[in-house]
């Protein structure tokens, strides 16, 4: 029974995210599901959510090509060195893996827009998406993380 409450769980979580994804233009509304998964440390549901998350990135369209493997890629690194260097599971990493995030997405953009041959790279609206992934990243965690110990308390 706890399995199926997981699987609702992500799946509604992935149908969320899609909506918001669709509503925010550049936003990666998947990037708190996966600071979740990596928290949890639950890697039997990141085996399968990870790929899926790259698939509905590509197949939505929301960035260049190529771009979703470097960008998740980018965030479990900057986790590891950030659990390494801190304490997870509080609100001062969130907002300091935020900062991190808006980063390399602005970072994942730059790098990629020579590679997919972008005519013109437009730095002002790649910082402003940057900047609202940065902003999205601990309210949307706060808020999920909350939900996810009403929705799913721990097994002891």
């Known amino acids: 029974m706890n399995a199926l409450r997981h699987v609702i769980w992500w799946a509604a ?7 918001l994804q669709s509503a925010v233009p550049g936003l990666d509304a998947f990037s708190v599901g996966l600071i979740i998964l990596l928290e949890d440390r639950d ?7 990870l ?8 197949g939505m369209g929301t960035a260049l090509f190529g771009s ?7 965030l479990v690194l900057l986790y590891k060195l950030g659990r390494w260097l801190f304490e997870v599971n509080n609100l001062f990493f969130v907002l ?5 995030f808006g980063a390399a997405y602005f970072g994942v953009a730059w790098l990629m827009a020579p590679l997919q041959d972008v005519p013109a790279f437009d730095m002002r ?3 402003d998406k940057s900047l609202i992934q940065a902003l999205y990243v601990p ?14 308390p721990r097994e002891e």
Not at 68 to 74: D, G, H, L, Q
Not at 96 to 100: G, I, N, P, Q, V
Not at 139 to 152: C, E, G, K, S, T
Request: glycine share 2%; net charge positive.
């Open 51 to 58: 790929p899926t998350f790259i698939i509905l990135q590509e």
């Open 96 to 100: 300091l893996l935020s900062t991190w």
């Open 125 to 127: 609206a790649t910082l």
């Open 13 to 19: 979580f992935l149908m969320a995210g899609i909506a």
């Open 68 to 74: 979703s493997v470097v960008w998740y890629t980018a």
């Open 139 to 152: 309210v949307a965690w706060w808020l999920l993380a909350a939900l996810r110990r009403w929705i799913l």
């Open 43 to 49: 890697y039997r549901n990141l085996a399968w959510l």
